[in-house]
């Protein structure tokens, strides 16, 4: 009587194993697919923004100045930045992000986009620039009250540069900071 016994406990040991196998493949076939799709969709939605950094290329170079206006190491200030963070304030907590992306283009031309959308375009005005300082302030084409962004409210800014990374600085104590990356 034994015999049977002991063999259907084994074949249910057996039935068991495998089902343990195949829900451990399952698993990891589904959790493959939700890291694959979240990756794409993440992909696809920094695309969509980044298509609309194109944007600024239909303003006329000469829109402001017509030379370039940043020389030496400052000309890395040109391009594409992600906002990455923010600090400062009077609990030095920073703010939370109003826009994502600053580009900066050649002859002092920037522009700021917020969840896909050019929200102001504008010019940089140099206000002191030597190898060791750039300070700049941000003016915008639209009514910084309209445009509702950090950098435009308080236009004036030390510019920080290192590797890929750009801090623009408040001048004074109790304002923000911003933090951005390059991704272009």
Not at 5 to 17: C, G, V
Request: charged letters at 20%.
């Amino acid at each position: 009587m034994q015999a049977p016994y002991a063999t259907f406990l084994r074949d249910l040991a057996s039935i068991e194993n495998k089902n343990k196998k195949a829900m451990k493949k399952l698993f990891r076939t589904m959790v493959l697919i939700a890291i694959l799709f979240s990756t794409f969709t993440q992909c696809q939605k920094e695309n969509n923004e980044l298509s609309y950094l194109n944007l600024l290329d239909s303003l006329s170079p000469s829109k402001y100045y017509s030379a370039p206006i940043l020389n030496g190491k400052n000309t890395n200030l040109n391009g594409t930045w992600k906002v990455i963070g923010t600090s400062g304030g009077i609990a030095g907590t920073g703010y939370t992000p109003d826009f994502n992306y600053l580009v900066i283009k050649n002859n002092g031309i920037f522009g700021i986009i917020r969840n896909g959308n050019l929200i102001t375009t504008g010019k940089i005005s140099i206000l002191n620039q030597t190898e060791e300082e750039l300070r700049v302030e941000f003016i915008s084409e639209k009514d910084p009250a309209i445009v509702r962004s950090e950098i435009v409210q308080d236009p004036e800014k030390f510019i920080v540069i290192h590797n890929d990374t750009l801090n623009l600085n408040a001048p004074c104590c109790d304002r923000f900071n911003t933090q951005l990356k390059r991704v272009k």
